[in-house]
């Protein structure tokens, strides 16, 4: 049984995350902000998740540096990193940074999440994240 970590300060769309994302069976620990994961034991906040989903935009952390500080915990974990549809600032904010650190990017709708599910299926089974296109001379 897959083990995801979900991060979102939104107790209401975190619920609905984490019931979505564990429908399959998967093992989904939800907590409200970065504080919560890096006060658990060191061996926790380094290993045992399978994938890692965090909102993009968020008040204790920004898109970027909640990507970089899970990407240097998690090296080799598949990110995903969702924002909502109706925050333009968080999809293209979002998408910049999931680029550079080779994570999804998800926009859900409140009323559908067959996007995160897919792609939670997707990253689950091993597959990679689109790679920007290199530009070449």
Do not use: C
């Amino acid at each position: 049984m897959p083990t995801i970590l979900l991060i979102s300060d939104d107790d209401t769309f975190r619920n609905t995350l984490r019931q979505s994302m564990g429908k399959d069976g998967a093992a989904v620990l939800g907590v409200p902000n970065t504080r919560a994961i890096l006060s658990q034991p060191g061996t926790r906040q380094v290993s045992g998740y399978d994938l890692i989903v965090a909102e993009v935009l968020a008040t204790d952390h920004d898109g970027l540096s909640r990507l970089v500080l899970f990407r240097n915990l998690h090296p080799n974990t598949p990110f995903i990193a969702v924002t909502r549809e109706d925050q333009s600032t968080g999809l293209a904010y979002g998408g910049a940074a999931a680029r550079a650190l080779h994570a999804w990017l998800v926009p859900v709708a409140t009323d559908s999440m067959a996007g995160l599910t897919d792609t939670t299926a997707r990253a689950l089974n091993g597959e990679l994240p689109p790679t920007q296109k290199t530009h070449t001379r």
